[in-house]
C-alpha cells in the first residue's frame, strides 16, 4: 500500500459506518488512507467527518423503511444499528449454509 500511496489515492470502501472503521482498521493503515467511502456508498468521510452523498428524499424514504421494518418486531433481528443513511440490523440466529446463506448471524 505504501508504494501504492505515491500513485494513487486510496480508499477503503465498505458497508460499515466510520466509527467501526475506527475501531477496528489499524493505525498503520488508517496512515496511509485518504478517505472512506462508507454504508455501501452512500457517505464519505475523510476519516474525522462524514457526508451523506444521497438526497433527502432518498434518506426520508430509507429512514421511513427502518421505523416500518423495527415496528414489525421480527423474532430473529438482534438489533438494528445507527446508520446515516443505511439501514443495519444483525440477527440473533444461526444462518445455516444449506439454506443458501453463507456465514453466520450473532447470537
Do not use: W
Amino acid at each position: 500500500m505504501e508504494t501504492l500511496k505515491n500513485d494513487c489515492l486510496l480508499y477503503i470502501c465498505t458497508g460499515n459506518n466510520l466509527g467501526f472503521v475506527k475501531k477496528h482498521v489499524g493505525d498503520s493503515v488508517k496512515k496511509l488512507i485518504d478517505g472512506y467511502i462508507l454504508e455501501t456508498g452512500s457517505v464519505y468521510s475523510d476519516g474525522n467527518t462524514e457526508k451523506v452523498l444521497l438526497k433527502n428524499d432518498e434518506i426520508l424514504s430509507i429512514r421511513l423503511l427502518n421505523k416500518l421494518l423495527k415496528s414489525q418486531k421480527f423474532p430473529n433481528i438482534l438489533y438494528y444499528a445507527d446508520r446515516l443513511a443505511t439501514i443495519s440490523n444483525f440477527t440473533k440466529l444461526p444462518i445455516r449454509q444449506d439454506e443458501g446463506y453463507l456465514g453466520v448471524g450473532r447470537k
